[in-house]
């Protein structure tokens, strides 16, 4: 599953996220989360080697996550 394919199966079930495929690099999904609610200041980071990371946010008004993987 590439990363389009991951935003459209998310956006079926979170529809704000839609425009989210069109973020060229991990700044601009930053700047269209903080646009659509998400607070970056309260993400979490798990750092799983020296290359990938996992970047995770509260949805807001849910009880989900969001998990972003960055390499």
């Given at each position: 599953?590439?990363?389009?394919?991951?935003?459209?199966?998310?956006?079926?079930?979170?529809?704000?996220?839609?425009?989210?495929?069109?973020c060229?690099?991990?700044?601009?999904?930053?700047?269209?989360?903080e646009?659509?609610?998400?607070?970056?200041?309260?993400?979490?980071?798990?750092?799983?080697?020296?290359?990938?990371?996992?970047?995770?946010?509260?949805?807001?008004?849910?009880?989900?996550?969001?998990?972003?993987?960055?390499?």
């Amino acid at each position: 599953m590439n990363f389009k394919q991951s935003v459209q199966q998310a956006c079926q079930r979170l529809t704000h996220l839609d425009g989210l495929g069109d973020c060229a690099n991990l700044d601009n999904a930053f700047r269209f989360l903080e646009n659509v609610g998400y607070k970056i200041a309260n993400m979490d980071l798990l750092t799983l080697d020296e290359f990938t990371l996992d970047i995770i946010f509260a949805v807001p008004d849910s009880e989900q996550y969001l998990v972003i993987g960055a390499s």
